[in-house]
Structure formats: C-alpha cells, structure tokens
C-alpha cells in the first residue's frame, strides 16, 4: 500500500494556523510535508505554494493537500486550477465533512484569519476521517475533471 501524506502549506497569512495545524497532525502520528514557508516575516504568494501543493499530489494522487491563506479563498481558486485538484474551502463542519463525502475532495483550503485554530483542527479531523461516497457523485466529479 502506498504512503499517503498530509502535504501542507500556506502564505505569511497562513503561516501561524499552518504550525499548530502540523503540530496536531504530528501528534495524530500522520505523515506530514510541510512545503512551508517556515516564518511568516517575508511576504508569500498564494499562488506559488498552491502550485506546489498541486505538483507533490500530480505525482502522489493518494496524497491529501492543505493549504492555508489568509481567508482559505485565494489557495483554494488557485490549486482549482488543476483538473486533478479537487478543493474545498472548509469553514463549518458540514463543509468539512461534505466536501469529502461528495466532492471527493484531496485538498483542504483554510483561512488563517478567518477561522480560530481550534475549529480549524476540528474541521481538519472531520475531513481526513470522513470518506467519499462514490455512487452518483463519481459521475459528477468525473464530469468536473473533464470540464475545460
Ligand atoms: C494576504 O494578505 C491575503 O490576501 C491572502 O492571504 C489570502 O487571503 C488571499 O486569498
């Protein structure tokens, strides 16, 4: 069985959420990459660490993505721009557990100025501990690979 990872990273707004977010995932005993940055003190685009994110999981499709901006907003339209992303930006627990369960998603976007770190982890642990339900919704997220 393949090595599945918890792939993380974030811009200098994301950076705080993004540590105590490894913290807890490390603690959990997953396996983590954080693709960084590693202080928040220098300005980061978005776009650059989403691209990263969307690079590791071309390569390793088992691989499940977080990515943490400011509002979760600006990661979550850049790592769509990848037709084998499939991200959701997760503020409540039922947009956590939805968008595994029918949207398959392989990327996490969080807002690290929107969202207070301890519902970010609790968002986190519904996401990785719910599945996806297959049935009708693989059509539709077939359908949302194809589009152009
Ligand atoms: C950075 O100031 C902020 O624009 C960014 O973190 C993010 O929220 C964009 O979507």
Known sequence: MQD????????????????????????????????GPYTDVIPVDYPDKAQLVAADIQEHPQNIGVLICGTGEGMCMAVNKYSFIRAGLVYNEETAKMTRLH??????????????????????????????????????????????
Do not use: M, W
């Open 4 to 35: 599945k990872k918890i792939i993380i990273a974030s811009d200098h707004a994301g950076f705080q959420l993004k540590e105590k977010l490894i913290s807890h995932l490390t603690e959990e005993g997953y396996n983590v990459l954080d693709l």
């Open 103 to 148: 949207n398959d998603a392989n990327v996490i976007c969080l807002g690290g100025r929107t969202t207070p770190p301890e519902s970010a982890i609790k968002y986190l642990d519904i996401f990785l501990n719910t599945s996806f339900e297959g049935g009708r919704h693989q059509r539709r997220i077939q359908k949302l690979g194809d589009l152009k």
